[in-house]
Nanobody, 121 residues
Framework: QVQLVESGGGLVQAGGSLRLSCAAS????????KGWFRQAPGKEREFVAA????????NYADSVKGRFTISRDNAKNTVALQMNSLKPEDTAVYYC??????????????WGQGTQVTVSS
């Protein structure tokens, strides 16, 4: 089990940017593919982005492609989600997640507690 803690959520105007970070402790972090899901009110939790163990491969939901960028720093045991050109429909609780295998498919076994992102119009 991996413990994940998100940070960086907040309120931003449409068109603005936020950077979410996810930190994990221990030596198991780099053995997992990492990614982000989000859940808006009244909707199912949906995939946002994922990155492979080495950082060499990424995958994005079509809704965020070209606007969001996922990255990881294995030396610091962190993964980040840079969110640009934010839209009100991006409003959701964002969850950091880890998959012991890969990103295709990305099926997390560990989850963070979530951080709220609110985009105003």
């Amino acid at each position: 089990q991996v413990q994940l803690v998100e940070s960086g959520g907040g309120l931003v105007q449409a068109g603005g940017s936020l950077r979410l970070s996810c930190a994990a402790s221990g030596r198991t972090f780099n053995s997992y593919a990492k990614g982000w899901f989000r859940q808006a009110p009244g909707k199912e939790r949906e995939f946002v982005a994922a990155i492979s163990r080495s950082g060499g491969s990424t995958n994005y939901a079509d809704s965020v492609k070209g606007r969001f960028t996922i990255s990881r720093d294995n030396a610091k045991n962190t993964v980040a989600l840079q969110m640009n050109s934010l839209k009100p429909e991006d409003t959701a609780v964002y969850y950091c997640a880890a998959d012991p295998w890969g990103i295709t498919p990305f099926r997390p076994s560990s989850w963070g507690q979530g951080t709220q992102v609110t985009v105003s119009s």
